[in-house]
């Protein structure tokens, strides 16, 4: 639905050059819940940008729906980004205008006649559940009720692709979670494609089918959230995780019980998949095990464990014991060798 092929941008100021994008390629099914997660200034902006064509790429191409959006010409290009919509952290909604007549501006941007126009914008109001608000303005609204106005009109003009851009960063956890509830059902509904961008592993975790971690501009991991989250290869991936599984040790606990013990982080999918193969562990192989850190959560609807076990015992016997872990397919990783 959307491929990305070797993206570059570089923006030009009169101080320096700033390398923004450097050779990103991806590529977005369609009908699937795709997110980018990376720090501030890593160039998540710049590439929803590029998607729906506020910035052009320096180089590469950007195919959306079979067609290269980098090579459309002016007028075809307005019509190509109807079909995109985009929700943003600060909502962007026109202060001026009521919940009714903000959906409606799109739809008076391409020239929908007006009875059927206030019909779409009824069918919106209603998806969103913002009927009581059509005449509100939206400095009477909640954060939460201005996103769900902000959904409704990239919505209006039927487009196959919604961006958001940390559309949930200025909104409370509560909050959160009921737009991002309301995004997986507009995907289900709609079989909308959606591309969201953010810094929080949370709402990766919350709503994604896949998940890119851009750092510094590049594209440093790709993959289904239950792998990453499983067994995250960059740093920067393993910080995110870190961060959202509160799974980052204290210093003291890598030393406790001086250098004689084994640290081991131990990953599950599915409900009760790793506790059998431990304490099969420890009784094969007369290794003591110590919990450090046990925590079960979900992934979309997935059960997922992480568990950081300290494990003491004559050296052969741990080793063994890992390999067995290694064995039965746990996703394990070693943080500490005794
Ligand atoms: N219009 C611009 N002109 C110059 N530099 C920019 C512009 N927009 C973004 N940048 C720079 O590009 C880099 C990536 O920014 P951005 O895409 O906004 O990152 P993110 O959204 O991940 O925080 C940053 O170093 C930022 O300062
Ligand atoms: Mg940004």
Redesign the pocket.
Known sequence: MIEIQNVS?I???SSQD????DDVSLHVKKGEIFGII????????????CINML?KPSSGRIIVDGEDITALEKHLLREKRQKIGMIFQHFNLLSSRTVFDNIMFPLEIARVPRKEAQQRVMELLEMVELVDKARAYPEQLSGGQKQRVGIARALANDPKILLS??ATSALDPQTTSSILHLLKEINRQLNLTILL?T?DMGVIKEVCDRVAV?DN?KIVEVGDVLSILASPSSPTSKSFVGTMMNQELPEDLLHHNGNSSTIIRVSFVGTSTGEPVISSMIQNYSIHANILYANIDRVKDTPFGILTLELMGPKDAVDEGIHFLHEQGVEIEVLKNA
């Open positions: 941008k923006y030009h100021t700033v390398l923004a994008l990376g720090l501030s200034g890593a160039g998540k902006s710049t590439l929803i940008r910035e851009d940390e961008i810094h851009i501009s």
